[in-house]
C-alpha cells in the first residue's frame, strides 16, 4: 500500500445501515478514511468527482440514480489521469444483480453486512490499490476496465420487458409502434421513423424527422423493447437509430457527437458507450 490512507465514499440512502458500515469498515480498515457519506446517485456522483475517494461503496437502491447508474454517470464524467475508485456495491439479495456482479468480477455486500464479508472484501480492495500503486497500472486502463464492466452490468441487470408498455411488439419481437398522446389523439408512430429517443424528467422525447413526441415510459425501460442492432445507447439519456447517424466528429478533447439525417442538433457520445465508434 501506499504512505497514505486510503479514501472512500459511501452512498447508502439508509441512515442507519450507512452508519452500520462504516462502523464495520472501522474495524475491519482502520486506516481507511471515509471522506463522506450521502443518501442518493445525484449526491454520490457530485461527492465523487469532487473528493475523488480512491473506494466507492454504492448501495444499488436509491432515490432517483440507482447506485449503477451513478457509477456509470461517475465513470463518464471521471477526470483524465486519475485511476477510476474500486468499486463495491451493496444490495439486499437480487438473485440476477448478484449474479451479474460475480460474472463480471465485481465485488458487493449483501445487507445487511456481514463483518466476515467485509473482511474479505477489504482484502480484495487493499489488493487492488496495492497492484495499482506497485505496478503504475495506466488511469486511461483502470478507467477503461471500469466502464466495460459497468456496460455489462447494466446490460445484465436491466428491467424485463413490461407487458403493458406504449408499444406494439411481435411475440419474443422488438418494438414496432409506439401509442403517443397528441392532444385528445393517440398516433401509432412507426419505430423506425424515429431518429433518437431522449430522457426528459419524468418522459422520453421521441424525436422523428419531423416532429416531436412525449411518452411516460423511462428510457430504461424502454430500451429492453428496442431492436439492439438498430438503437444504439450513445448516452445515459439517449438511444440514437444506427441509420439515422450521418457523421461522427471527434473534438479537441477526444469528446465525440453525432449528426443525424433529418435533424439540425448534434448529439453527444458519452465515454460509456463511446466503443461502438472505436474506428474514429
Keep these: 500500500m501506499s504512505d497514505h ?3 472512500a465514499l459511501i452512498a447508502e440512502d ?3 445501515l450507512a452508519q452500520a458500515l462504516q462502523a464495520e469498515l472501522a474495524r475491519a ?5 471515509v471522506l463522506a457519506t450521502v443518501g442518493d446517485g445525484a449526491s454520490a456522483v457530485t461527492q465523487a ?4 475517494p480512491e473506494v466507492l461503496f454504492f448501495d444499488i437502491r436509491m432515490p432517483g440514480q440507482d447506485g449503477l447508474e451513478a457509477a456509470a454517470e461517475l465513470a463518464d464524467e471521471w477526470p483524465q489521469g486519475t485511476p477510476f475508485p474500486a468499486l463495491v456495491f451493496v444490495t439486499a439479495y437480487d438473485q440476477y444483480a448478484v449474479q451479474a456482479f460475480e460474472a463480471q468480477a465485481v ?3 449483501l445487507k445487511p453486512v456481514q463483518a466476515a464479508r467485509l473482511q474479505k472484501t477489504v482484502a480484495k480492495v487493499q489488493q487492488t490499490l496495492m497492484v495499482r500503486a506497485q505496478t503504475a497500472i495506466d488511469s486511461g486502463a483502470s478507467l477503461d476496465a471500469a466502464l466495460d464492466q459497468l456496460r455489462q ?4 441487470t436491466r428491467p424485463p420487458v413490461a407487458a403493458n408498455g406504449p408499444a406494439d411488439r411481435t411475440q419474443d419481437g422488438p418494438l414496432r409502434l409506439l401509442q403517443v398522446s397528441v392532444g385528445n ?3 401509432m408512430v412507426p419505430v423506425e421513423d424515429v431518429v433518437y429517443f431522449e430522457a426528459a424528467d419524468k418522459y422520453v422525447r421521441v424525436l422523428t424527422a419531423s416532429h416531436e413526441y412525449l411518452i411516460r415510459t423511462p428510457l430504461k425501460d424502454l430500451l429492453p423493447q428496442l431492436d ?9 439519456g439517449t438511444v440514437v437509430q444506427a441509420g439515422a447517424v450521418a457523421a461522427v466528429h471527434r473534438d479537441e478533447a477526444g469528446k465525440l457527437s453525432l449528426s443525424l439525417r433529418g435533424r439540425t442538433e448534434k448529439l453527444a457520445v458519452s465515454r460509456m458507450y463511446s466503443q461502438q465508434f472505436r474506428a474514429m
Design 5 to 7: 490512507p486510503a479514501t
Design 14 to 16: 439508509e441512515p442507519l
Design 29 to 33: 480498515w482502520p486506516a481507511l478514511r
Design 49 to 52: 468527482l469532487q473528493l475523488l
Design 107 to 109: 465485488d458487493y455486500l
Design 153 to 156: 452490468l447494466l446490460a445484465a
Design 185 to 187: 389523439s393517440i398516433h
Design 228 to 236: 439492439t442492432r438498430r438503437f444504439w445507447q450513445v448516452h445515459r
